[in-house]
């Protein structure tokens, strides 16, 4: 007893809690939302007075940093582009936000004569349940069209997050620990900046929980919890009278004689289940699966920086064909 009685030993409690009380008197806003793990639906949106919306990069919501007017300007088609690492990455190691094919998507339709704007709201290690989270949000910005990766690469680290989030609400003793900010700022730092900026891509996947793609044998991607989120954003969309697209990601695997071949692991045949009345898709697997790997895939899911400008046109071609949008309510 007397051990932990010592000077020294109260000296260390005093500075962390000095710490702690430090942190909570200067953390802004935005940064104790981070706390939340993308469960919080303002992380990462800065509405101005002006009638701007800044999306803001950093621990809350890595966004590519954006902005975009709150009312959507007439006669404007307004495309949301929700998605992981493959729609934020323009290629494995590289983020320029004009690159990846959320934004080109926009430049490819403005060629094409019509008035849009694409934004890439993909944020690496997304799953279906935080983009629920994100999809609401963004229905209130006026879409004319929202493009919802289908990928079922993140929702171990989504589930992950979830829990983080339910024990930080927590009102339980055994959860008051998540409830420190110096403890959330210490895991935040490890996993956001440490590892995410000095890891290599194949050395990151270890240290998150998921694998870099689904086991060949996924037949029912997916797990109720997924299911659900994925059955909320489409039933939210359809309601404020939005069309979605459903983008299903194509994944590199090695078949038994050791070529690299390109597949979707069901999850275009699940999408097909969904599409109907405002619902379509594409493939990503049927545009991309004859095309040389190598040249087309950065690793085994990330697309390589020509392969974004194809996927793009493809977009393009696509929703042009979907006619002139409906005004909405």
Not at 34 to 62: C, H, I, K, N, S
Not at 165 to 173: C, D, V
Not at 211 to 218: D, E, G, H, I, R
Not at 238 to 247: F, G
Request: charged share 20%.
């Amino acid at each position: 007893m007397r051990q932990f009685l010592s000077p020294s030993f109260r000296l260390c409690l005093l500075l962390l809690l000095a710490a702690e009380i430090l942190l909570r008197g200067t953390l802004p806003p935005l940064a104790v939302a981070a706390f939340r793990y993308g469960y919080d639906p303002d992380a990462g949106f800065r509405e101005t007075a002006d009638g701007q919306v800044q999306l803001v990069p950093g621990p809350t919501r890595d966004f590519h940093a954006q902005t975009f007017s709150r009312a959507r300007p007439p006669g404007e088609f307004r495309i949301f582009a929700l998605g992981s690492s493959v729609e934020y990455w323009d290629a494995v190691g590289s983020h320029i936000l004009s690159n990846t094919y959320p934004a080109r998507l926009g430049v490819e339709l403005r060629a094409r004569g019509r008035n849009a704007e694409s934004i890439n709201l993909g944020v690496t290690s997304y799953g279906l349940r935080r983009e629920e989270v994100l999809l609401r949000k963004i229905l209130n910005y006026q879409p004319s069209l929202i493009l919802l990766k289908v990928d079922d690469t993140n929702e171990g680290m989504d589930e992950t997050t979830a829990e983080r989030n339910r024990s930080y609400l927590s009102p339980w003793p055994q959860d008051w620990l998540w409830k420190s900010y110096l403890i959330q700022c210490g895991l935040k730092f490890k996993e956001d900046r440490l590892l995410n900026h000095t890891l290599p891509p194949r050395i990151l996947v270890w240290t998150t929980g998921h694998p870099v793609q689904p086991p060949a044998t996924t037949t029912a991607p997916f797990n109720k919890t997924s299911r659900r989120a994925m059955d909320e954003c489409l039933q939210l969309a359809r309601d404020r009278q939005v069309p979605v697209m459903l983008v299903t990601q194509a994944y590199v695997s090695q078949d038994a004689a050791g070529r690299s071949v390109v597949s979707d692991h069901g999850l275009d045949a699940y999408a097909a289940t969904l599409c109907g009345p405002g619902v379509t898709m594409l493939s990503l697997t049927q545009l991309l699966g004859k095309l040389p790997v190598k040249e087309t895939f950065s690793d085994q899911v990330h697309l390589a920086r020509p392969t974004h400008e194809l996927v793009a046109r493809a977009l393009a071609e696509a929703i042009l064909k979907m006619g002139p949008a409906k005004p909405q309510p």
